[in-house]
């Protein structure tokens, strides 16, 4: 049982390119998150998906998109990387169907992400 | 959501319990008290939640005050593998659909020997 399994690991960008993170879970949760962390800062939330076809913005969305392709995965984009998006990027799940289980979130191990 | 107020950082000798405060005053009475912790370099890791009693599970212990304006995660035998950073948040159970935990700088704990 894997979890929640992010790739790239790593990864280098030059400012402008583009990239896409890749997060899938094998648990059966409805919910899938992605944040990014920076140094010395907690954990501030990117976008979200309640469940399978929907998603919505979180608390620092701008310069990113998501895809929730299905149950299981949800991918996290950047369109034109800047340098203020280095940054390691989390994502996570949780069962998303209520109840106080519900904000039991399972992360991954994260992405670390440079942007040049 | 209730605001979470946390030390910035604590020391605790191997083997000793460590007992990490978090207060909630302004909590509303159907926010549950949940606590996760991340080790440098890793994604966080959930630890123990609870509404007003007190719960305890292989990890930790949580100890919530009658009035729930504040708790205690409480490790009962502080080993150098619990250093870390620790978040207390409070949020309200789910009816359904997603849900938005925000987590905050949290406390470090250093376990030293």
Known sequence: ?116 | DAKTTQPTSMDCAEGRAANLPCNHSTISGNEYVYWYRQIHSQGPQYIIHGLKNNETNEMASLIITEDRKSSTLILPHATLRDTAVYYCIVRARLTGGGNKLTFGTGTQLKVEL
């Open chain 1, 1 to 116: 049982n894997a979890g929640v399994t992010q790739t790239p690991k790593f990864q280098v960008l030059k400012t402008g390119q583009s990239m896409t993170l890749q997060c899938a879970q094998d648990m059966n949760h409805n919910s899938m998150y992605w944040y990014r962390q920076d140094p010395g800062m907690g954990l501030r939330l990117i976008y979200y998906s309640a469940s399978e076809g929907t998603t919505d913005k979180g608390e620092v969305p701008n310069g990113y998109n998501v895809s929730r392709l299905n149950k299981r995965e949800f991918s996290l984009r950047l369109e034109s990387a800047a340098p203020s998006q280095t940054s390691v990027y989390f994502c996570a799940s949780t069962t998303g169907t209520g109840g106080s289980g519900a904000n039991v979130l399972t992360f991954g191990a994260g992405s670390r992400l440079t942007v040049l």
